[in-house]
């Protein structure tokens, strides 16, 4: 408990470390951003895709009746 409890100290003690800690953390929010940001792209075109097979499967259905 001791070495975490300096460490800590350290951190709040060295603003070069303190500094490099927030990049670091601004870093990966910007990364987690861009990832969400291509996740909703990838999810609206598999939407999208399933509405053209639905509307296919409909389609066909009709032209069976």
Known sequence: ???QEQEEANKMSNPFQQA?????QQTRVDIAEE???EAEEVMELKKNNLFNEKAKLEELANEYE
């Open 1 to 3: 408990m001791q070495k």
């Open 20 to 24: 490099c800690d927030i990049l670091e």
């Open 35 to 37: 990832e969400l940001k």
